[in-house]
């Protein structure tokens, strides 16, 4: 395993005991009610796994071919599910709402940055996917060829995901706020054939570059397999143009017929790839399935999400993470429902902009991140004015948490001022490699404690166990495992299996449980989780995911670096923030310059990374804290980052006395 020096000591987990049960009234009404159904669920899976599935499979999913065998596992840990049924991912989005009713039902509000709406509905929806499905087969895009998607969110985002799994192409989305640098390394991973962007994204009233930066991103080179470069209008801002290659999407749609066969694929076809970061390397490309992932997809929307009919859902996480793929491009049009498509930031033109959009679209289940609500908490304390209270909020009956730790102050707030006191709390533990919810709530069954995320959904089976894989007592924290496959899990790594062996199913934990990377804690009374972060050196700013690596070398790749090493420290509004530790080339900056050189390194991990990468403070030494054998010290530049003092054993350390020069910022 990576964990070297893991935080499982550092953290054992919350003391909260506060509980809030569902109400009667949503209890009643909703898809799993009550703790029976939630134990009935999970008896069944206990009792015949492979039965349990199937069943869900095939009453949640149109196959156009039905599966016959459930789980193979002969090749594991490279599982598949539902292996000789066929399916379309586009199909069952879009094809099958124009039959049951939904044909005219919004599927899709787009509220844009500048306050401006526009509705698709779901025949509208399945014309322009067919219509781009076609563009791109007009232009040679087939099955199995790797389409990257570098666009911000719109309408077209959404389409765009969805025309490439009806011909049966596999997406891979890389979120706007990345660098050429970035995408560059994903499209020559991913073999790329074609890049579909906007000329310019809006985000804060802002235009800002994408054509461009693809253009940058392609002029680095090796990147002949790319003879496609789709671009969507979005602003009309000046970009240039390569005749040949570039291609405007309105110009390949408009010709193209309203139908497109969908390509029938493999359950275990891939539906896209998603980079992510992890503990060492560079990003990883997650491969998901087409059958596996769509199932567990519906079903999260369902069970976690309760959604019905009427609904009004919105997920605020971009199409850029796994979030956007799951609860925003599949999971809400999988079950006929209508979603918000947000283009904005939350606090544009001010901090109550998603209290203002929950009002004026009725958005009743909402979904975000808690670095979003720590945030807002914080601008509602300035600006009165743009506290909750002030909205309409009534059309709200559900919030989800997603992507971090939320903390129980933060829980309460969001639950009394967002949700009135009346909305169940969904706080989602998953990850990009598990495709959907894993631990959480069920808002008309379990009863929520406030930071936990309580029980594994059913057929989840997930545990805490030690180094070597033995099961750990309730009440000791422990590493956080999956003990059996489940439809929606990483497939593998693209173009790396044998990273995703080491990655995921660690010898030491016997090659067959499913390392999440997180340590995790049971209450001993009532057996809920709590997650108590990453075990690896993997990051979490504003619940985006980083390898603190990945930013090391950014920072060594500088030519006035020596040397970096990168942590994070607990920041009360981001989660983490990334603090580093710097050696240059040249002899220590201290003072004026050592701000100058901040600041241009941290514009550099922007350029190199994206600005999500930046470190939020820079320590420069003469060194860094190393043993004997040169290893540096990482748990003890966490102490220093913090501003604690360090009680730590410090015996293998070569040199102590880099410890007061790196105490504070120079
Ligand atoms: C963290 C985002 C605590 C965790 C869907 C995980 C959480 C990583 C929660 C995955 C939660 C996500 N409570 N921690 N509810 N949700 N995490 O791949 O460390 O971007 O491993 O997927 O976020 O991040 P990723």
């Known amino acids: 395993m990576a964990a070297t020096d893991t935080n499982l000591q550092e953290n054992q987990g919350s003391h909260e005991s506060r509980v809030f049960a569902p109400s009667a009234e949503f209890v009643a009404k909703a898809t799993i009610s009550g703790m029976p159904a939630y134990e009935k669920l999970c008896a069944e899976a206990a009792a015949d796994y492979e039965g349990f599935w199937a069943r869900l499979a095939r009453e949640n999913l149109d196959w156009q071919k039905p599966f016959t065998t459930t789980l193979d596992e002969s090749d ?20 099958r709402n124009l039959t049951n009713g939904n044909a005219d039902k919004t599927a899709i509000i787009f509220e844009a940055d500048d306050g401006q709406s526009t509705r698709a509905t779901y025949r509208e929806l399945h014309e322009r996917v067919c219509k781009f499905a076609n563009g791109l087969r007009s232009r040679g895009i087939q099955k199995g060829d790797r389409v990257i998607i570098y666009m911000s969110m719109s309408i077209e985002a959404v389409a765009a995901m969805q025309a490439c799994a009806r011909i049966g192409a596999t997406h891979s989305v890389v979120f706007g706020g990345f660098s050429a640098k970035s995408l560059h390394e994903r499209i020559i991973d991913a073999g790329a054939v074609a890049v579909i962007t906007a000329d310019e994204q809006r985000r804060g009233g802002k235009s800002l570059p994408l054509k461009a930066i693809v253009d940058e991103a392609l002029a680095l080179g090796g990147c002949e397999t790319i003879r496609n470069v789709i671009v969507y209008q979005r602003t009309g801002g000046n970009i240039d143009f390569t005749e040949g290659l570039d291609v405007w999407l309105h110009e390949l749609v408009a010709k193209q017929p309203a139908e497109c066969e ?3 694929v493999g359950a275990e076809h891939p539906l896209f790839i998603l980079y992510t970061s992890g503990s060492t390397g560079t990003p990883k490309g997650v491969q998901h399935s087409t059958g596996g992932y769509l199932l567990w997809c519906a079903l999260t929307m369902k069970w976690t999400f309760d959604i019905k009919p009427d609904d009004v859902f919105w997920c605020t996480a971009d199409i850029g993470w796994v979030t956007g793929h799951s609860y925003i491009t599949y999971g809400p049009l999988l079950v006929g429902g209508t979603e918000i498509v947000f283009e904005g930031i939350p606090t544009f033109p001010n901090a109550g902009r998603f209290w203002d959009t929950i009002a004026k679209h009725k958005v009743s289940i909402f979904y975000t991140a808690p670095t979003a609500i720590r945030s807002l908490i914080k601008a509602a304390d300035v600006d009165p004015s743009v506290h909750p ?53 069920l808002p008309g069954a379990t009863p929520m404690v406030p930071g936990s995320c309580t029980l594994p959904l059913p057929g989840i089976m997930a545990a805490i166990v030690d180094e070597a894989g033995a099961d750990v007592a309730n009440g000791q924290g422990g590493i956080l495992v999956v003990k059996r496959p489940w439809p929606s899990m990483i497939r593998t790594i693209w173009n790396n299996p044998e990273r995703f062996k080491a990655s ?33 050196d993997v990051l979490n700013v504003s619940g985006h995911r980083m390898g603190t690596m990945e930013i090391e070398s950014a920072l060594v790749a500088n030519p006035l670096v020596a040397e970096a090493a990168v942590v994070g420290r607990p920041d009360e509004t981001t989660g983490e923030s990334i603090c580093a530790f710097v050696v240059l080339k040249q002899a220590r900056p201290t003072g004026e310059e050592a701000k100058k050189l901040a600041t241009e390194l941290r514009n550099w991990v922007a350029k190199e ?3 999500i990468a930046k470190p939020k403070e820079i320590r420069f030494g003469d060194n860094l804290p190393k043993t004997r054998s040169g290893k540096i010290m990482r748990r003890l530049l966490r102490v220093l980052a913090k501003g604690e003092t360090i009680t730590q054993d410090i015996s293998t350390l070569e040199n102590p006395a880099i410890l007061d020069q790196l105490k504070e910022a120079s």
């Not at 066929?86 to 069952?92: E, G, M």
């Not at 909020?393 to 969001?414: F, K, Q, T």
């Not at 030491?508 to 804690?521: Q, R, S």
Request: charged letters at 20%; hydrophobic letters at 30%.
């Open 76 to 95: 594991a840990p490279f599982y598949k599910w539902f292996a000789d049924g066929q399916l379309n991912a586009s199909y069952n989005c879009l094809d």
């Open 262 to 264: 969908p390509e029938w």
């Open 389 to 441: 209270k002030n909205y309409d909020l009534s059309s709200l009956r559900l919030l989800g948490s997603v992507g971090e730790p939320i903390n129980p102050e933060a829980w309460m707030w969001y639950y009394n001022n967002v949700g009135g006191g009346r909305c169940p709390v969904v706080d989602t533990f998953w990850q990009t490699e598990t495709g959907g919810h894993m631990i959480t709530p």
């Open 504 to 536: 995921y199913f660690p010898d030491e934990l016997g090659g067959k449980y499913y390392l999440a990377g997180d340590g995790a804690i049971r209450n001993s009374d009532t057996t809920y989780f709590t997650i108590t972060g990453r075990i690896d």
């Open 609 to 611: 990374i994206g600005p």
